[in-house]
Nanobody, 114 residues
Framework: QARLVESGGGLVQPGGSLRLSCAVS????????WAWYRQTPGEERDWVAV???????TYAESVKGRFSISRDDAKNMVFLQMNSLTDEDTAVYYC????????WGQGTQVTVSS
């Protein structure tokens, strides 16, 4: 049974940083591209960063230069370093494969507020 567990969210002031982690189990990790997505109430879930098996990355324009995605294939984990956070980054953050997605995890809430 696939399980995705996101963690590391919280309340942070504008300009602050957070590092999100995603632990993957019960499904194939290596050889797939993984991504971080985020969702705000009433909106669709949007991708923000992708990391491919060769560790190349792509970022949404809104986070480019501020967020950094990484992966640890030995530990089946994906990370998202978020810097220079703004209130527009407030959302629930999820990780998942780019294709052949297993069921979504519960996500981790990120709230940027003074």
């Amino acid at each position: 049974q696939a399980r995705l567990v996101e963690s590391g969210g919280g309340l942070v002031q504008p300009g602050g940083s957070l590092r999100l982690s995603c632990a993957v189990s019960g499904t194939t990790f290596t050889g797939y591209a993984w991504a971080w997505y985020r969702q705000t109430p009433g909106e669709e879930r949007d991708w923000v960063a992708v990391i491919r098996p060769d560790t190349s990355t792509t970022y949404a324009e809104s986070v480019k230069g501020r967020f950094s995605i990484s992966r640890d294939d030995a530990k089946n984990m994906v990370f998202l370093q978020m810097n220079s956070l703004t209130d527009e980054d407030t959302a629930v953050y999820y990780c998942n494969r780019v294709i052949s997605r297993p069921p979504w995890g519960q996500g981790t809430q990120v709230t940027v507020s003074s």
